[in-house]
């Protein structure tokens, strides 16, 4: 299993190199402005929050995340790199796919591997190319445990974003998620108002910084919120991410749930591949 997962991860480092050879034997579309590269937004989420771009219609892309469960600072270094920095581990991984359902419209579902599925839509209510000052989407999604079968919870949420010349894009995402409490109680803190911050820099062409947080702002708030950074590169359809957090969430209900302390940090890493 070591091997296969070494083996894995050596592939993924390759994607981008094989992608790029391919992005240039067949260019995009350029009538269709949602085909373009958007240089500073080439993935539709953060580490594991969404962002504003973007899917044109009838088009697919899929997703690859991967949080490895041992923590960094278990052990020694020696210990550590034994278990090559926790690649040994085990892992929680999730697999998306997502469609372009109609101009500015897209929908998807993600798997986690605790069996936790959301399926999520989402809408452009604004883009910054059309001459407004921020990119806004909304949200909504609809999520479960054991394959849709237990603990159902819902989000709906705003997707707000900033350029910042062409050097970034910031983010501030108000999201409510209900039922968001393991508990069968009444009331607000059966729920949790959050708020996701986070951002890309793109330090060179195709090659990017990113980080986030959630801060929960009311209702159920277990443990600290959830925080990620990471480093990314973009070669033609693909994109690969190498990440470190604090949590494993990977779906809004998974991040509402929040993280386990700010003194355990997971290395991990995101694929994505979109087929246009």
């Known amino acids: 299993m070591t091997c296969l997962r070494t083996v894995f991860f050596v592939a ?11 992005a240039i034997a067949v260019p995009p579309d350029s009538t269709d402005p949602d085909q373009r590269v958007d240089a500073l937004q080439p993935d539709f989420n953060l580490a594991a929050l969404p962002t504003t771009l973007r899917m044109p219609v009838h088009k697919v892309a899929f997703r690859v995340t991967h949080r490895f469960t041992r923590a960094l600072g278990d052990g020694d270094f020696g210990d550590l790199a034994s278990d090559l920095f926790g690649f040994d581990s085990g892992a929680q991984i999730g697999l998306e796919l997502r469609y372009g359902l109609a101009p500015g419209t897209q929908v998807g579902v993600h798997r986690t591997s605790d069996r936790t599925i959301q399926i999520f839509g989402q809408h452009s209510l604004l883009t910054e190319r059309s001459g407004t000052p921020v990119g806004l989407d909304a949200i909504a999604t609809l999520e479960g445990g054991n394959n849709l079968r ?39 803190d059966n729920n949790t108002l959050m708020l996701g911050l986070g951002g890309r820099l793109r330090v060179r062409p195709a090659t990017y910084l990113v980080a986030e947080i959630t801060p929960r702002l009311a209702g159920f708030d277990p443990g600290v919120g959830q925080i990620s950074f ?6 033609g359809g693909h994109l690969f991410q190498l990440n470190f957090s604090n949590g494993f969430g990977t779906t809004l209900g998974q991040i509402a749930d929040g993280a386990f302390n700010n003194d355990h940090w997971y290395i991990g890493f995101n694929i994505g591949r979109k087929f246009f």
């Open 12 to 22: 993924a480092l390759a994607v981008p190199a094989l992608a790029q050879a391919q």
């Open 150 to 188: 237990t603990r159902y919870r819902s989000a709906l949420g705003l997707l707000v974003s900033r350029k910042a010349g062409r050097l970034a894009a910031l983010y501030a995402e108000p999201i409510l998620v209900v039922n968001s409490s393991p508990m069968a109680n009444a009331g607000s």
């Open 230 to 235: 990471g480093l990314e590169g973009r070669a």
